[in-house]
């Protein structure tokens, strides 16, 4: 791991794939930036939800999840 952390390795596919079971990412987790952005987002995400759902705060939740849906149904500005 130090060595492919370090860049003076780079594995491959199957390693790879294996790597990505392993920390439950998928594969373009080790090529795409953005992913590991979104993953930050929808962790937090998780989280928030989960400790809403726990305080039994179902408006918030709701709330959570309408801005979720609006954001999703936005057409992106160019």
């Not at 962790?43 to 309408?66: G, M, P, T, V, W």
């Amino acid at each position: 791991m130090s060595r492919i952390e370090k860049g003076k390795y780079n594995p491959g596919a199957e390693l790879l794939y294996k790597l990505s079971l392993k920390l439950n990412v998928p594969m373009n987790y080790f090529f795409d930036e953005s992913v590991i952005k979104e993953d930050s987002t929808i962790q937090n995400f998780k989280i928030l939800s989960n400790k809403l759902l726990a305080d039994r705060d179902y408006e918030s939740l709701k709330h959570l999840y309408e801005l979720e849906i609006e954001k999703k149904t936005k057409t992106p500005s160019f």
